[in-house]
């Protein structure tokens, strides 16, 4: 028997904490998650000078273990993930059969045939079911820990000092896209150098029974250095800036890796077949031969803010479309990433603009990121 009724959004182990801190809620991919607690433009600005703190309990992990893990994952994706060593990371992607992509990935090597996939909420059981589906031939077992694991996040540049006073893990050692098992506020995690913020911060993955009590030790621990939770509002304008693709707008089944302008991640190097390498391989030289649209950066010369779906024009015509848009608080301009032919693709391009609702705004073509953090 099927149901009409409203499907019911998931909540973390921090929803009552969250609701509590006043927070603004939003459905994002079937969870309710904090959008906001209070100005979204001082919580990105907390987290380019001090630190911010997120639940990102939404995203979806899958485990991938036994003596053949590497071996499916190396099938299954498009990057070389037997390479990687233990406690380091990797962002690849996962693609169909004829190179679209399905979703970017960061996969963790957790001990020698133990692998931690985390892919975005959105596509976490479509992920789930490619890699299932893959498995079959290969001594490996795929395994669903969405329930397992809540995320938090804490970004910025005091976050390695924030943490250090709640933990006696190696931070000092543990490099960019590495991660390794410790004791945070006594609550045992996964402690991983990653984000998608553009800033120096930490990702700790932990038992959700734990995540409210790690969140309130880090919440004390950063109260002197001026750490603020923050939603997923801030988080999208600090992504923006970075110039890190979104699955849904920079990045879509209807693209390749090469369309895309991260063919690097596709590694034909390594031993074996895997999905999608022949539609790949046709793509890679395709994009010599004939170069698909290029994402840019945009920086606004006005204040009207362009999102998703615009079109980018010059001389008249459509020559590109905006996948991401919004005022930069850093830049103090408006901002966006959009692909546009390669012709008028080079920084400082001359007349190019983006079409709001008919009037021709003008917008300075750039390189990517429009923020890169100081080492």
């Not at 911010?52 to 993930?81: C, K, R, W, Y």
């Not at 001594?139 to 933990?167: C, F, H, M, N, W």
């Not at 302008?261 to 890679?284: I, N, T, Y």
Request: with cysteine; aromatic share 6%.
């Amino acid at each position: 028997m099927s149901s009409n009724a409203p499907v019911e959004p998931r909540h973390t182990a921090l929803d009552a904490l969250h609701r509590s801190l006043g927070a603004t809620m939003t459905d994002f991919a079937g969870w309710d998650m904090p959008l906001r607690y209070a100005s979204e433009r001082d919580e990105h600005l907390a987290v380019r000078t001090r630190a911010g703190l997120f639940d990102l309990s939404h995203m979806g992990e899958i485990t991938v273990t036994g003596p053949q893990a590497a071996a499916l994952l190396d099938f299954s994706l498009v990057g070389n993930i037997g390479g990687v060593k233990t406690g380091r990371a990797r962002y690849t992607m996962i693609c169909r059969a004829d190179g679209g992509i399905l979703d970017d990935l960061i996969v963790y090597r957790l001990a020698d045939t133990t692998y931690l996939v985390v892919a975005n909420a959105s596509n976490a059981q479509t992920v789930l079911d490619a890699l299932v589906e893959r498995a079959v031939g290969f001594d490996a077992e795929v395994r669903d820990d969405r329930d397992a694991y809540a995320l938090l996040a804490v970004q910025g540049p005091e976050s390695p000092g924030i943490l250090k006073s709640v933990t006696d893990a190696d931070l000092d050692g543990l490099k960019y896209y590495a991660g390794l098992p410790g004791t945070v506020a006594g609550v045992p995690a996964l402690i991983a150098r990653t984000g998608y913020t553009g800033e120096d911060g930490f990702e700790l993955f932990v038992a959700p029974a734990d995540a409210e009590k790690l969140w309130r030790a880090l919440t004390d621990a950063g109260a002197t250095a001026g750490l603020v939770p923050c939603g997923l509002s801030c988080r999208d304008t600090l992504r923006l800036e970075a110039g890190m693709p979104l699955y849904g707008h920079e990045l879509s089944t209807s693209l390749t890796p090469f369309d895309a302008g991260l063919g690097r991640v596709v590694k034909f190097e390594k031993e074996g077949d895997f999905v999608g390498r022949e539609a790949l391989s046709a793509a890679a030289a395709r994009a010599e031969s004939e170069p698909p649209r290029v994402l840019v950066g945009l920086i606004a010369e006005g204040r009207r803010v362009p999102r998703a779906g615009y079109p980018v024009v010059a001389d008249g015509k459509v020559v590109g479309e905006v996948t991401s848009g919004a005022p930069s608080p850093t830049l103090g301009k408006p901002i966006a990433m959009a692909y546009v032919d390669a012709a008028h693709s080079a920084p400082g391009t001359a007349g190019v603009g983006v079409d709001i609702r008919g009037s021709h705004e003008p917008y300075e073509v750039v390189a990517l990121p429009f923020y890169k953090r100081q080492k």
